[in-house]
């Protein structure tokens, strides 16, 4: 297990707990299977262990974690039919978001996405699997923003978890390259004015983890469930 976060006695230490092994869950530093001890996790952050069952119920509702009856917490396998499902809300939700940005579009709009590729390119070249997912939500997040959907991409990401585990674990499989592509074709429809070529190109490229989704699934197999 990571190293324990520092508490900032400003924030909610419940909110603080769950983040912290949120993301150790989304990058898979927690297999599916390991079990969670309130009292070894209270014992490591130096918290009681209130905020840490509170933490153990959200994750639960998220679907992160599963509890069994007379045995305790444990680290739950990824949903693909949660992540299909999601994958599908997404693709309806953000070809309709990029129509409206394409209409938006501004030269600063446009110059932030196109730095946002380049810095996704250096992620990528270096190996930096963390820094490229959170690069990639930014993307979405800036397009979401950009088009005035912000409050949508909020709700959107609440119901991301299965996927973005999956999306992190599609990272260390593939080149990040070509998804990388799909961006820069994004970008340049929508500063073209192009709605339908923008829309075309959200669409491949969130169908992209269909075409992933079989090898990952047979590579990782321990990370999956129906």
């Given at each position: 297990m990571d190293q324990r976060p520092r508490i900032n006695?400003?924030?909610s230490t419940a909110q603080q707990v769950?983040?912290?092994?949120?993301?150790?869950?989304?990058?898979?530093?927690?297999?599916?299977?390991?079990q969670l001890s309130e009292s070894e996790i209270a014992?490591?952050?130096?918290?009681?262990?209130?905020?840490v069952r509170e933490a153990f119920i959200r994750l639960a509702g998220a679907g992160l974690t599963e509890v069994r009856p007379q045995r305790g917490t444990f680290i739950g396998r990824i949903?693909?039919?949660?992540v299909l499902a999601v994958r599908a809300i997404r693709e309806a939700v953000e070809s309709d978001m990029i129509r409206i940005l394409t209409q938006r579009m501004t030269d600063d709009i446009h110059r932030d996405l196109?730095?946002?590729?380049?810095?996704q390119?250096?992620?990528?070249?270096?190996?930096?699997?963390?820094?490229?997912?959170l690069l990639d939500n930014l993307f979405h997040r800036t397009l979401a923003t950009a088009a005035g959907h912000e409050d949508v991409w909020h709700r959107i990401e609440r119901m991301t978890s299965q996927m973005d585990r999956l999306r992190y674990l599609a990272v260390q499989t593939?080149?990040?390259?070509?998804?990388i592509e799909q961006h820069r074709d994004i970008v340049d429809a929508g500063a073209r004015g192009d709605a339908a070529g923008a829309e075309a190109a959200i669409r491949r490229h969130l169908r992209q983890l269909l075409e992933d989704l079989p090898r990952i699934t047979s590579d990782r197999a321990e990370f999956f469930t129906d």
């Amino acid at each position: 297990m990571d190293q324990r976060p520092r508490i900032n006695p400003g924030i909610s230490t419940a909110q603080q707990v769950h983040d912290w092994l949120h993301d150790l869950i989304l990058r898979g530093d927690l297999l599916p299977g390991t079990q969670l001890s309130e009292s070894e996790i209270a014992g490591r952050v130096g918290v009681s262990r209130q905020p840490v069952r509170e933490a153990f119920i959200r994750l639960a509702g998220a679907g992160l974690t599963e509890v069994r009856p007379q045995r305790g917490t444990f680290i739950g396998r990824i949903s693909l039919r949660e992540v299909l499902a999601v994958r599908a809300i997404r693709e309806a939700v953000e070809s309709d978001m990029i129509r409206i940005l394409t209409q938006r579009m501004t030269d600063d709009i446009h110059r932030d996405l196109r730095e946002q590729l380049d810095r996704q390119r250096a992620a990528a070249a270096r190996r930096d699997v963390n820094g490229f997912v959170l690069l990639d939500n930014l993307f979405h997040r800036t397009l979401a923003t950009a088009a005035g959907h912000e409050d949508v991409w909020h709700r959107i990401e609440r119901m991301t978890s299965q996927m973005d585990r999956l999306r992190y674990l599609a990272v260390q499989t593939f080149e990040a390259d070509a998804l990388i592509e799909q961006h820069r074709d994004i970008v340049d429809a929508g500063a073209r004015g192009d709605a339908a070529g923008a829309e075309a190109a959200i669409r491949r490229h969130l169908r992209q983890l269909l075409e992933d989704l079989p090898r990952i699934t047979s590579d990782r197999a321990e990370f999956f469930t129906d």
